[in-house]
């Protein structure tokens, strides 16, 4: 890594990619291996230290929903729990392995406030354990009953959902958009991909040039697909990046890192929605950024800020 393209990072960030670098070469050379355990010790470990602003909101309830075969757990914010308000489905990352509800609830609890919707965070299935596409059906299933759910606890909705996805949630949730685009009874009124996993064929070139030393690594991208998809699964037919675009895809908002290894897939989405008339696209790439910036919080606050009052004006309209 260049100490030029390094100059254009925050210092607290690039302080802290420095010390992380220097362990990981120590990790490697002590024979570190990455496991489901390691993965998602790892993203608990940089969130739980890195993002400790908890705001309060006036509603939050835990229930479940059903699936074909799965009883989703759910975790529910009503930023104004008197009031009727829309609905976003929020979708955690953590590259299908790792995340969790509990522990993405400082996010969620930004993103009710931030943009007056009820917040439904779903705890899908996680592989090894449960590969492709377990937590895509998860998903589905969320986003057809998440009304009922909110009926059964007597919570004022308005009818309208969208979908709220950051990395391997992203890829979810662009996965839900574009098979919503055939089900009449599911209608997404817009999306936000946060820093989304769109290529799981790796071919954007931002792999290669952002794949090492920038906290989201190739090798690393490479094994978490190997865990979640089993079964000889065409990847490129998977990729929400190679996807048919209709006309009832909903409007996004795509916001990307500078550094991270899936910023070009991010961008190639966003103009493949442009060029199919997607009326609404947006793209934001961050300056100076790695993946997962938002579980780094602290590091970048004022960053954060910005794309939660971006996400929050965007789902307000």
Same mark, same amino acid.
């Given at each position: *890594?260049?100490?030029?393209?390094?100059?254009?990072?925050?210092?607290?960030? +690039?302080?802290?990619?420095?010390?992380?670098?220097?362990?990981?070469?120590?990790?490697?050379? #002590?024979?570190?291996?990455?496991?489901?355990?390691?993965?998602?010790?790892?993203?608990?470990?940089?969130?739980?230290?890195?993002?400790?602003?908890?705001?309060?909101?006036?509603? /939050? +309830?835990?229930?479940?929903?059903?699936? @074909?075969?799965?009883?989703?757990? /759910?975790?529910?914010?009503?930023?104004?729990?008197? #009031?009727?308000?829309?609905?976003?489905?929020?979708?955690?990352?953590?590259?299908?392995?790792?995340?969790?509800?509990?522990?993405?609830?400082?996010?969620?609890?930004?993103?009710?406030?931030?943009?007056?919707?009820?917040? /439904?965070?779903?705890? &899908?299935?996680?592989?090894?354990?449960?590969?492709?596409?377990?937590?895509?059906?998860?998903? *589905?299933?969320?986003?057809?009953?998440? &009304?009922? @759910?909110?009926?059964?606890?007597?919570?004022?909705?308005?009818? +309208? /959902?969208?979908?709220?996805?950051?990395?391997?949630?992203?890829?979810?949730?662009?996965?839900?958009?574009?098979?919503? #685009?055939?089900?009449?009874?599911?209608?997404?009124?817009?999306?936000?991909?946060?820093?989304?996993?769109?290529? &799981?064929?790796?071919?954007?070139?931002?792999?290669?040039?952002?794949?090492?030393?920038?906290?989201?690594?190739?090798?690393?991208?490479?094994?978490?697909?190997?865990?979640?998809?089993?079964?000889?699964?065409?990847?490129?037919?998977?990729?929400?990046?190679?996807?048919?675009?209709?006309?009832?895809?909903?409007?996004?908002?795509?916001?990307?890192?500078?550094?991270?290894?899936?910023?070009?897939?991010?961008?190639?989405?966003?103009?493949?929605?442009? #060029?199919?008339?997607?009326?609404?696209?947006?793209?934001?790439?961050?300056?100076?950024?790695?993946?997962?910036?938002?579980?780094?919080?602290?590091?970048?606050?004022?960053?954060?800020?910005?794309? &939660?009052?971006?996400?929050?004006?965007?789902?307000?309209?």
């Amino acid at each position: *890594m260049s100490s030029d393209r390094d100059a254009a990072i925050p210092d607290r960030l +690039r302080d802290w990619l420095q010390d992380l670098r220097a362990f990981q070469r120590k990790a490697r050379e #002590q024979g570190y291996r990455l496991t489901a355990t390691t993965a998602r010790e790892v993203l608990d470990g940089i969130t739980r230290r890195f993002l400790t602003q908890i705001p309060p909101v006036a509603l /939050v +309830r835990d229930d479940l929903i059903p699936g @074909l075969d799965y009883q989703v757990p /759910v975790r529910v914010y009503h930023p104004r729990p008197e #009031q009727a308000l829309p609905v976003a489905l929020f979708v955690h990352g953590g590259g299908h392995v790792s995340g969790s509800v509990s522990l993405y609830d400082p996010i969620c609890r930004k993103l009710a406030l931030a943009s007056e919707r009820i917040i /439904v965070s779903i705890e &899908y299935r996680l592989a090894p354990e449960c590969p492709y596409p377990a937590g895509l059906k998860d998903a *589905m299933a969320s986003v057809k009953q998440v &009304y009922p @759910l909110l009926e059964r606890l007597a919570l004022p909705f308005t009818p +309208r /959902v969208a979908l709220i996805g950051d990395s391997g949630g992203g890829a979810l949730c662009a996965t839900v958009a574009h098979l919503a #685009q055939y089900d009449a009874g599911v209608d997404i009124d817009r999306q936000v991909l946060i820093y989304p996993s769109l290529d &799981y064929t790796l071919s954007q070139p931002s792999v290669i040039t952002n794949g090492q030393g920038y906290l989201l690594e190739r090798e690393r991208i490479l094994w978490l697909f190997d865990t979640y998809l089993q079964n000889a699964e065409n990847r490129r037919a998977v990729s929400p990046l190679f996807m048919e675009i209709g006309a009832r895809l909903p409007p996004t908002l795509i916001i990307a890192a500078e550094f991270d290894p899936l910023r070009d897939e991010a961008i190639a989405y966003a103009d493949r929605l442009e #060029q199919h008339g997607i009326e609404g696209t947006r793209l934001l790439v961050m300056p100076g950024l790695v993946h997962a910036f938002l579980n780094l919080e602290d590091l970048v606050p004022d960053a954060c800020r910005q794309v &939660y009052a971006v996400i929050g004006g965007f789902l307000q309209e």
